[in-house]
T-cell receptor
């Protein structure tokens, strides 16, 4: 079955620095979705990418879908304490396969 | 105020006991899902339902059961056959059909934390 892997599992970032988290699929994806889960909370949808090579931005967050539609990345610039949480990528249609997530902590 | 409501927020199970987690949505979504989340891990699919009176096993269905008698409700029973039930359980729903925006987005409830006494 479809497997989605994320790296790194943990990301410790100094406030103000940039970082990137990566998502890789064993199969070609029709779309990739990204969710954010704050500590103690539930996953909340951030964005969906559908087209090969697509890039979307949300303020300091930049999401990219690979040309082969088998990988994706999330880049955060000038990290803030509000960015703390776990970021999940997920691929699929009516049934999503979630990656294990990248848990982000921020040093002030 | 539309959304997904899970109850209870915390639940404790005794040995050999079945417990039922509630999930209700007023978003008029056809599809509903149950996931299990363990510390440091992603979401694993337990069961899903794309329409009333129909549901399918996910990746880790053993020891769990569900029903879908109403569109709004998708309760999950954790049976005594589930030997390691301690986890965070998340219910989600999804609108079916393309509605002009991103499709196949899942909306999550606040979750139920289940522990074993």
């Amino acid at each position: 079955g479809q497997q989605v892997m994320q790296i790194p599992q943990y990301q410790h970032v100094q406030e103000g620095e940039d970082f990137t988290t990566y998502c890789n699929s064993s199969t070609t994806l029709s779309n990739i979705q990204w969710y954010k889960q704050r500590p103690g909370g539930h996953p909340v949808f951030l964005i969906q990418l559908v087209k090969s090579g697509e890039v979307k931005k949300q303020k300091r967050l930049t999401f990219q879908f690979g040309e082969a539609k088998k990988n994706s990345s999330l880049h955060i610039t000038a990290t803030q304490t509000t960015d703390v949480g776990t970021y999940f990528c997920a691929g699929g249609d009516y049934k999503l396969s979630f990656g294990a997530g990248t848990t982000v902590t921020v040093r002030a | 105020d539309g959304g997904i409501t899970q109850s209870p927020k915390y639940l404790f199970r005794k040995e050999g006991q079945n417990v039922t987690l509630s999930c209700e949505q007023n978003l008029n979504h056809d599809a509903m899902y149950w996931y299990r989340q363990d510390p440091g891990q992603g979401l694993r699919l337990i069961y899903y339902s794309q329409i009333v009176n129909d549901f399918q096993k996910g990746d880790i269905a053993e020891g769990y059961s569900v029903s879908r008698e109403k569109k709004e409700s998708f309760p999950l029973t954790v049976t005594s056959a589930q030997k390691n039930p301690t986890a965070f359980y998340l219910c989600a729903s999804r609108p079916t059909g393309f509605r002009g925006g991103a499709k196949n987005i899942q909306y999550f409830g606040a979750g139920t934390r289940l522990s074993v006494l």
